[in-house]
Nanobody, 121 residues
C-alpha cells in the first residue's frame, strides 16, 4: 500500500509563510511527477505546482514568485514553501503523485488527505 501524508498546514496571518510537506511511504519503486493541488471552500480543486522526477517545475502563473516546490527523491518527500500568503490562498492543500510499486507495470496516481491552510487578515 502507498500512502501520501501532508503536513505543515495551519493558521497564518496575511503576508506570512508556511511550509507544507508531503511524505510518500509504502511499496514504492519509483515516483514520477509530484504535485500540489488546493481546494478552497465552494471551489473546484486546482493545480498549484508540480515537479517532475528530474526536477522540472511548473507553477500556476498567479503563484509564481510566492510559492516554491522542491523534492527529495532519496526521502520520497516533496515540499511547498509558501510566502507572502494572502486570504485567497486559504484552502485544503493536497499532495498528488504518480508512483510505481515495481519495475514492471505502469504507475498509479495517488492523493493525500490534505492539510488545511488558513490565511487571516
Amino acid at each position: 500500500q502507498v500512502q501520501l501524508v501532508e503536513s505543515g498546514g495551519g493558521l497564518v496571518e496575511l503576508g506570512g509563510s508556511l511550509t507544507l510537506s508531503c511524505a510518500a511511504s509504502g511499496s514504492i519503486f519509483s515516483i514520477g511527477t509530484m504535485s500540489w493541488y488546493r481546494q478552497a471552500p465552494g471551489k473546484q480543486r486546482e493545480l498549484v505546482a508540480f515537479i517532475t522526477s528530474g526536477g522540472i517545475t511548473h507553477y500556476v502563473d498567479s503563484l509564481k514568485g510566492r510559492f516554491t516546490i522542491f523534492r527529495d527523491n532519496a526521502k520520497n518527500t516533496m515540499t511547498l514553501q509558501m510566502n507572502s500568503l494572502k486570504p485567497e490562498d486559504t484552502a485544503v492543500y493536497y499532495c498528488n503523485a504518480d508512483i510505481s510499486a515495481s519495475p514492471i507495470g505502469s504507475s498509479r496516481n495517488f492523493w493525500g488527505r490534505g492539510t488545511q491552510v488558513t490565511v487571516s487578515l
